[in-house]
């Protein structure tokens, strides 16, 4: 059985930094590509970061570029988000996702992923 566990969400200030982690169980991550979501009150789900199945490719999306970081540590199942500069608008619940990938692509489409945590709080104070 597969299972996707984001961690790692909490409160921060704004200005601030959290990193949030996803461990993914019952897979191996090699040849999953990986992506972060989130979806904050009344809105839709949106693409946050995506990594490539050997992390050699990342894709943000623009409200987070030069914020955020994707990274992942495919001998220990884990994909991270670096967060730094958090503002208030990152408010959000955040989701891990996984899919087989055959290609070393990221991929953003949020319908292309299989596998998906069940999500993780992250609060910021303005």
């Known amino acids: 059985q597969v299972q996707v566990v984001e961690s790692g969400g909490g409160f921060a200030q704004a200005g601030g930094s959290l990193r949030l982690s996803c461990v993914a169980s019952?897979?191996?991550?090699?040849?999953?590509?990986m992506g972060w979501f989130r979806q904050a009150p009344t809105k839709v789900r949106e693409f946050v970061a995506a990594v490539s199945w050997s992390g050699g490719s990342t894709v943000y999306a623009d409200s987070v570029k030069g914020r955020f970081t994707i990274s992942r540590d495919n001998a220990k199942n884990t994909v991270f988000l670096e967060m730094n500069s958090l503002r208030a608008e990152d408010t959000a619940v955040y989701y891990c996702a996984s899919r087989y990938s055959g290609s070393d692509s990221p991929v953003a489409r949020d319908s292309a992923y299989v596998y998906w945590g069940q999500g993780t709080q992250v609060t910021v104070s303005s």
């Open positions: 019952g897979l191996t991550l090699t040849r999953n590509a």
